[in-house]
């Protein structure tokens, strides 16, 4: 009873101390000097997803088909890093119905995973200020190193609503450098002393949304094309399996260092149902942007 009440003093003690001191940041050179080698081109053969809905479960099995690893997750609906780091989960029991579910800290602290990615809620302003993402992102690289000192740590960058009053391009442009390095992986390598990698999946989002709106996409006219539906209305933030799809791509492209040009388009969904499928010419040009901003964006560690 005394060392579980000494152990739960010395965690506030350092979620105070986290709070109300300055937090220890990485320079703009340090930052660099954390991605300076790229990593060695090696497909994981086991991956662990922690998140929510914009993950989901249709995108961890695509991946799986392409690059044919096992993978386990826990999900929630709308869930922080943090609310999975103190097992307060909205959506626990319906997102994890599924095979594919395995306890966040029991899978970490087993070492049986390769790689491991995580990911914050949206909205990114409020997780930062409301649920301490940084601290609970150095938290669980943390749990994962302990576990298996070589296992990959990514952070899996996302998107906002298609109708965020500040524009959803401009979102995702400002946000990698303002919120997601600068207030959540800086300050959480500096205090973890990890190197974490990124999955840029906001910026291919964007990138290929650009590409859907100039027609350069077959059979892709609008950026809702990537998006699913809210009943009879526009999904204004969950994919579509077209967009799961260029999310399995981007996954792919960073996890293993290869190129995903020539892969294959036509997936299955996480309940074995066929996914709906690009034309095999906007699957084309769909791994080609993935690979252009991946090998274009150093925390990815890919080199093109």
Same mark, same amino acid.
């Given at each position: 009873?005394?060392?579980?009440?000494?152990?739960?003093?010395?965690?506030?003690?350092?979620?105070?101390?986290? @709070?109300?001191?300055?937090?220890?940041?990485? *320079?703009?050179?340090?930052?660099?000097?954390?991605?300076? *080698?790229?990593?060695?081109?090696?497909? +994981?053969?086991?991956?662990?997803?922690?998140?929510?809905?914009?993950?989901?479960?249709?995108?961890?099995?695509?991946?799986?088909?392409?690059? #044919?690893?096992?993978?386990? $997750?826990?999900?929630?609906?709308?869930?922080?890093?943090?609310?999975?780091?103190?097992?307060?989960?909205?959506?626990?029991?319906?997102?994890?119905? *599924? %095979?594919?579910?395995?306890?966040?800290?029991?899978?970490?602290?087993?070492?049986?995973?390769?790689?491991?990615?995580?990911? %914050?809620?949206?909205?990114?302003?409020?997780?930062?200020?409301?649920?301490? $993402?940084? @601290?609970?992102?150095?938290?669980?690289?943390?749990?994962?190193?302990?576990? @298996?000192?070589?296992?990959?740590?990514?952070?899996? %960058?996302?998107?906002?609503?298609?109708?965020?009053?500040?524009?959803?391009?401009?979102?995702?442009?400002?946000?990698?450098?303002?919120?997601?390095?600068?207030?959540?992986?800086?300050?959480?390598?500096?205090?973890?002393?990890?190197?974490?990698?990124?999955?840029?999946?906001?910026?291919?989002?964007?990138?290929?949304?650009?590409?859907?709106?100039? #027609?350069? /996409? +077959?059979?892709?006219?609008?950026?809702?094309?990537?998006?699913?539906?809210?009943?009879?209305?526009?999904?204004?933030?969950?994919?579509?399996?077209?967009?799961?799809?260029?999310?399995?791509? *981007?996954?792919?492209?960073?996890?293993?260092?290869?190129? +995903?040009?020539?892969?294959?388009?036509?997936?299955?969904?996480?309940?074995?149902?066929?996914?709906?499928?690009?034309?095999?010419?906007?699957? @084309?040009?769909?791994?080609?942007?993935?690979?252009?901003?991946?090998?274009?964006?150093?925390?990815?560690? /890919?080199?093109?």
């Amino acid at each position: 009873m005394r060392f579980a009440l000494l152990l739960a003093l010395i965690a506030v003690a350092g979620l105070l101390v986290w @709070r109300f001191l300055p937090v220890k940041t990485l *320079t703009d050179a340090e930052f660099s000097a954390r991605y300076a *080698t790229a990593l060695p081109a090696a497909p +994981p053969q086991s991956v662990y997803h922690l998140g929510h809905s914009l993950v989901g479960r249709d995108m961890p099995a695509m991946l799986s088909q392409l690059m #044919g690893n096992r993978y386990h $997750s826990q999900l929630g609906w709308g869930a922080s890093m943090r609310n999975h780091w103190q097992d307060d989960v909205p959506g626990f029991a319906e997102e994890n119905a *599924t %095979e594919a579910f395995r306890p966040a800290r029991a899978a970490l602290v087993s070492g049986e995973y390769d790689a491991i990615v995580l990911t %914050e809620m949206v909205e990114l302003k409020d997780a930062i200020r409301y649920h301490d $993402s940084a @601290r609970a992102l150095a938290d669980w690289a943390g749990l994962a190193r302990a576990g @298996r000192a070589d296992a990959r740590l990514y952070l899996f %960058e996302t998107w906002h609503r298609l109708d965020d009053p500040a524009g959803w391009e401009a979102r995702i442009a400002s946000d990698l450098p303002a919120l997601w390095e600068g207030q959540i992986l800086r300050p959480a390598m500096a205090a973890s002393d990890q190197v974490i990698h990124v999955i840029p999946g906001g910026q291919v989002m964007a990138a290929l949304v650009k590409r859907i709106e100039a #027609g350069e /996409v +077959p059979g892709l006219a609008a950026r809702a094309d990537l998006f699913g539906r809210d009943g009879d209305a526009p999904d204004m933030i969950h994919l579509s399996d077209l967009g799961h799809y260029a999310m399995a791509l *981007t996954h792919y492209a960073v996890l293993t260092g290869k190129s +995903p040009v020539g892969l294959p388009h036509m997936l299955l969904r996480a309940d074995g149902s066929p996914a709906d499928a690009p034309d095999p010419q906007a699957a @084309r040009v769909m791994q080609e942007v993935v690979w252009q901003v991946v090998t274009g964006y150093a925390p990815t560690g /890919v080199k093109g």
